[in-house]
């Protein structure tokens, strides 16, 4: 076992999932992963984006924010130009959860995911994939239930994870201190039946093999199943809903 606050290597931190933590959007998680926290929340607006005017078909958007609590030391704002690093997170959130629903059976409205990091250390992309999954998970479990929708557009379970390679050993889930340590760090976002939506990789220092790929998207299908076994727990009335 490695010194890693008493995991293992391949072994993922604590992780909750609140459902329905807020009273106002039509679904909300409020994810515990570790040491980070973010709520999620997804509202129904009856509108598309100007582009997919009269194409009966709907859309998914996300934004992410962390408050300026979230870190140590504090992170201003983004009041007037949302940051780069922000804008990429965002686009992943929004691609990997489109990337598991037929969007023509959302008809021409659009579901808005808001992820607000509230505390951070580590892994804040990919609990707000999972966080945002299930926040969108309750909304078109609520708008079948009002018959707004007759279908549910979502196909199967999202999940994500990151892995690296931290002083030579292969470990899954980094907190903050890891990732700031990795040679290589990548977040993978997969699906129930094991398709790839996102792949995002990177080394500092020394480039990685194939081989090195490899061993790391199979360290994280191995944690992706558990988390989403976690999210079934959680969502089971509701996903039998929709």
């Known amino acids: ?11 993922l931190r604590p992780i909750e999932f609140h459902v329905g933590y807020l009273i ?15 709520i999620c929340s997804a ?6 984006p100007a582009f997919l005017h009269d194409t ?7 934004e992410y924010n962390m408050i300026p609590g979230a870190t140590d030391p504090r992170i201003g704002r983004e009041q007037v130009r949302t940051g780069g690093r922000t804008k990429e997170i965002q686009r992943m959130i929004g691609r990997s959860l489109r990337g598991v629903t037929n969007l023509a059976l959302l008809g021409e409205r659009t579901i808005h995911i808001d992820c607000e990091v509230i505390q951070a250390d580590g892994g804040t992309r990919m609990a707000s994939v999972a966080g945002g ?7 078109i479990s609520k708008l079948k239930r009002d018959r707004i ?31 700031y340590q990795a040679e290589v760090d990548m977040n993978v976002v997969m699906t129930e039946s094991g398709k790839f939506v996102e792949i995002q990789a990177a080394a500092e220092g020394y480039p990685f093999s194939r081989e090195e790929i490899n061993a790391f998207l199979n360290l994280a299908s191995k944690g992706v199943d558990e988390i989403i076994q976690k999210m079934k727990e959680v969502t089971k009335d509701i996903w039998m809903d929709s």
């Open 1 to 11: 076992m490695s010194v890693r606050e008493g995991r293992s290597k391949n072994e």
């Open 24 to 38: 106002h959007p039509k679904g909300s998680c409020f994810v515990k992963w570790g040491n980070t926290w973010v």
């Open 43 to 48: 509202q129904v607006e009856e509108r598309v």
């Open 56 to 62: 009966r078909t709907g859309w998914i958007t996300a």
């Open 133 to 139: 999954f299930i926040a969108l998970i309750e909304a």
């Open 149 to 179: 929708i007759t279908r549910s557009p979502i196909r199967e379970y999202l999940g994500g994870v990151s892995v690296g390679k931290v002083k030579g050993d292969y470990l899954l889930d980094l907190d903050y201190n890891e990732d």
